[in-house]
């Protein structure tokens, strides 16, 4: 299983935001969004300033993958 940002580039779209906007409102990392970016795994301090910066919750930035745990078996 891993982690989908999907969601998160989706709202972006409709607050007609884009990766910069986003590092700047949730003061988070170059770094942190190249992670997100690429699917790796984040902190969830990260997850909260971005949460707290879209006014949204983790649900609507992120969901579970688990067609790749499927794929592997």
């Known amino acids: 299983m891993t982690v989908s940002y999907n969601k998160l580039w989706k709202l972006l779209i409709d607050k007609k935001m884009n990766k910069t906007d986003l ?11 190249a992670k997100l970016t690429k699917g790796q795994n984040i ?7 971005i949460c707290n910066a879209l006014d949204c919750d983790f649900a609507d930035i992120m969901e579970i993958d688990k067609s790749q745990n499927k794929s592997k078996e």
């Open 43 to 49: 902190t969830t301090d990260v997850l909260l300033k």
């Open 23 to 33: 590092r700047l409102a949730a003061n988070i990392s170059t770094t942190a969004i």
